[in-house]
């Protein structure tokens, strides 16, 4: 019998459902493990834009649809922030579809007392981008690793290895990727400043991350298309990142933070 993971939220965002490279099956089984409270969708949960250039939906990215629609329709309450994939979405802002909450940006107080503020963070990307030459540069290099990513992943399957992300290993030891990546995180903790929150979650450049930085706890959940991560808020008050593992079939924690208190040194683990 599979054992249950019990959280009072958790954190998905860069899904893409209707893209090839998503990890649907690993995410299904995350959902099927987990009993939650809230859960909220920070952004690029379908694939619009993926959708658009071609149609793919197979049946695991329904079924994790139909999984998200009835924790909606259970006691979960589930909050939708769409992001630049899913960017049909943000003209509901403020509705609710199929029992889920849509919202362009979203405000919640943890257990312990800690606010947070929620948002995809495309709206950043003016701020991160070194130029339109490096932009398309980027979006076909992406494109590239995400290809080569598929190929090695067959055959480390093939081979009884379990799912590693070359695409991810290769984007961090890439200069301007690294520039980028600060540049995004210093725009979302200085929203962070100005709203007065305690955290800030969000996703969007698909590198997950779990940190404090200027008295704010920044949380990026990472994506489903290369690093298959999530953020959680425990019954006892940790803010953990954790990603899937495909050897245990369940997730593993990368790093924590106790919300009790503004900490002053984050417990990271290595995955």
Same mark, same amino acid.
């Given at each position: 019998?599979?054992?249950?993971?019990? =959280?009072?939220?958790?954190?998905?965002?860069?899904?893409?459902?209707?893209? +090839?490279?998503?990890?649907?099956?690993?995410?299904?089984? !995350?959902?099927?493990?987990? /009993?939650? &409270?809230?859960?909220?969708?920070?952004?690029?949960?379908?694939?619009?834009?993926?959708?658009?250039?071609?149609? =793919?939906?197979?049946?695991?990215?329904?079924?994790?649809?139909?999984?998200?629609?009835?924790?909606?329709?259970?006691?979960?309450?589930?909050?939708?922030?769409?992001?630049?994939?899913?960017?049909?979405?943000?003209?509901?802002?403020?509705?609710?579809?199929?029992?889920? +909450?849509?919202?362009?940006?979203?405000?919640? *107080? *943890?257990?312990?007392?800690?606010?947070?503020?929620?948002?995809?963070?495309?709206?950043?990307?003016?701020?991160?981008?070194?130029?339109?030459?490096?932009?398309?540069?980027?979006?076909?290099?992406?494109?590239?690793?995400?290809?080569?990513?598929?190929?090695?992943?067959?055959?480390?399957?093939?081979?009884? =290895?379990?799912?590693?992300?070359?695409?991810?290993?290769? +984007?961090?030891?890439?200069?301007?990727?690294?520039?980028?990546?600060?540049?995004? /995180?210093?725009?979302? !903790?200085?929203?962070?400043?100005?709203?007065?929150?305690?955290? !800030?979650?969000?996703?969007?450049?698909?590198?997950?991350?779990?940190?404090?930085?200027?008295?704010?706890?920044?949380?990026?959940?990472?994506?489903?298309?290369?690093?298959?991560?999530?953020?959680?808020?425990?019954?006892?008050?940790?803010?953990?990142? /954790?990603?899937?593992?495909?050897?245990?079939? *369940?997730?593993?924690?990368?790093?924590?933070?106790?919300?009790?208190?503004?900490?002053?040194?984050?417990?990271? &683990?290595?995955?």
């Amino acid at each position: 019998m599979t054992t249950k993971h019990i =959280y009072q939220s958790l954190w998905l965002s860069d899904i893409h459902l209707g893209c +090839k490279d998503c990890k649907a099956e690993m995410l299904l089984q !995350v959902l099927q493990q987990t /009993r939650v &409270k809230r859960l909220f969708l920070v952004g690029d949960i379908i694939d619009v834009w993926a959708l658009q250039r071609k149609m =793919y939906w197979p049946e695991s990215h329904n079924q994790v649809l139909q999984q998200i629609l009835r924790l909606a329709k259970s006691d979960c309450e589930v909050v939708y922030i769409p992001g630049n994939h899913d960017y049909l979405f943000k003209a509901y802002d403020g509705l609710a579809l199929a029992d889920i +909450k849509v919202s362009k940006q979203y405000h919640y *107080t *943890t257990i312990t007392g800690k606010k947070v503020l929620m948002m995809h963070g495309d709206q950043f990307d003016e701020e991160v981008c070194f130029g339109r030459f490096y932009a398309k540069l980027g979006d076909h290099l992406y494109d590239l690793l995400l290809f080569v990513n598929r190929s090695f992943t067959k055959a480390r399957h093939l081979l009884g =290895y379990p799912y590693w992300s070359l695409a991810g290993c290769i +984007k961090g030891k890439i200069a301007k990727a690294k520039q980028a990546i600060s540049r995004y /995180r210093q725009a979302v !903790v200085k929203e962070a400043l100005k709203q007065a929150v305690d955290v !800030v979650i969000c996703g969007h450049i698909h590198h997950p991350e779990l940190r404090q930085e200027q008295g704010v706890i920044y949380a990026n959940d990472g994506d489903w298309i290369e690093n298959c991560t999530l953020l959680c808020e425990t019954m006892d008050g940790q803010l953990q990142l /954790r990603r899937w593992d495909d050897r245990l079939n *369940t997730t593993v924690e990368l790093a924590a933070i106790c919300l009790l208190e503004q900490p002053q040194e984050l417990a990271e &683990k290595v995955a």
